[in-house]
């Protein structure tokens, strides 16, 4: 009985004050936000994007032929009970990379996923890495992962420099109650992934089954979540 309490009071606690608990995890009061990712699946009739997300082939726009392997961007909605993604829209990327434009005098940023991570380096496609050096303090990538890359180009070469790597987007959701754990992997509160292979924890703490919890979060392509804890910090432990 008191688990279930304290489980139904942390839910209270974060519907009441949705600028803490849910800020971010979804766009104002819509369930509809903008992702970049890859088709994997393409038929007459319908396809997916980076496996998990579905869409009909009428929402197709632009000029762009579409074909698995092509990188779009699409308007995608959640439904609430169910977590699942579904695109209402989607249109091809023409580009090689998803250049978000200039910043900073002679530096462009590039917005990717990460496709491995080895020891020393994070790729986004089987030709192009960086090294773990230049990434954000703090921060470790994670297969899935979209990444913000500060690049220039170096001269007489189309070859990247990259100056700075750091997760596309990051948010904090307090109170927050994890959903199950299985072996290395786990979810928070139905839809954030997290693994104890790339999670920060404080010492002596293993995460357990309705532990409340504050987590930092990335976007992150995770089977059926789009986001990631990349730390977590008990608040109440069961």
Known sequence: MLRILRRFMAFLRKRADPEEGQQGLLQGDSNLRTIQGVVTTFCTDYGRIDESIYFNTDVVTGNVPLKAGQ???????????????????????????DDAGPSDLGTSVL????????????????????????????????????????YCMQPGTSNLNALSVKPMNCRHVEEVCISSVHGRHGVVDDTIFFTLDSLKLPAGYVPQPNDIVDVVIVESVQSCYIWRAVSMTPVHIL
């Open 71 to 97: 990188k779009v961007t699409a308007l995608v909605e959640e439904d609430k009970a169910s977590h699942v993604l579904k695109a209402i829209k989607v249109e091809a990327i023409s580009d090689h990379f």
């Open 111 to 150: 917005i990717s996923r990460a496709t491995s991570v080895t020891k020393d380096a994070v790729y986004i496609n089987k030709d192009t890495c960086f090294s773990l050096s230049i990434v954000h303090e703090g921060f470790m990538p994670y297969k899935g992962d979209w990444l913000e890359v500060e």
